[in-house]
Structure formats: C-alpha cells, structure tokens
C-alpha cells in the first residue's frame, strides 16, 4: 500500500516540476518566436547599418522583465527615453513608429491590457552589472 502511495506522490511531484519546466520552456520559445517574426516583418532597411540592430543603437535594452509582447515592451521603453535610436533610415522610421503608437495609447485610440503594469516594468529595468 505505502509503495503504491509513494509512487503516486512521487509521480505527482514528477509531473508537477515538469510542468514548471515547460511552462518556462514555452515562455522563451514565446520570446525568441516573437522576435523571429518581428525580424521577418521588416523590409531589408528596416533591418539597421552597421551601427544599430534594427535601428536601436547597442546596448539594446532587455525587454524579458516587461510582461508583453516585444514590439509592445518597445513602445513603452522608447515612451521613457530607455532606447537610443541609430540616425539611419531604419531609427528614424522606428523612432517615427513608436512613437506613433505611444500616442495612440495615451489618446486611447489604442488599447493594450495591463499598459500600466507594461510601463512600470519597462521603466524599473533589472539591475544590469557594469564595469569589471
Ligand atoms: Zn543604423
């Protein structure tokens, strides 16, 4: 009986820490799928020049901590100044874009869920290391 009971627990805890492992799984395939296809949305010099990835000069700030969507955590950064964008046609064009569609929220002619919770996170960014 104890045997049975164990394994039945034990296959319990099994399954639920493989869950969490998916689950998390799925959040990064989430994330790197999301960036895939915003990569294929754009046209070649959307891409960037040597300077800039996509038109954001480097450092590209993370956008994993800001609970959205990439393009959505985009706008809520370039709304607080967190992006540095190239002088290229590709960072003026997003530049341009982004904030095209922050007005759009603030004039409520836009609408995405929890853009308070968004914008919070995006403007308390994790603590990143510098220097050596
Ligand atoms: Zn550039």
Known sequence: MDTIRDRARERKQYNRKSNDGIRLQQRVQDRYVSKLVEDARRPIWAMGCPNCTGGLLKPVPEYAHIPAPLYVA???????????????????????????????????????????????????????????
Do not use: H
Request: proline fraction near 5%; charged fraction near 25%; include cysteine.
């Open 74 to 132: 985009r706008i809520a950064q370039a709304s607080m100044g967190i992006l540095k964008f190239c002088e290229c046609d590709a960072g003026r064009a997003y530049q341009i874009f982004l904030r095209k569609k922050y007005k759009d929220i603030v004039a409520k002619r836009d609408v995405y869920p929890n853009w308070d919770g968004i914008a919070q996170a995006a403007a308390n960014p994790p603590a990143t290391r510098r220097g050596g």
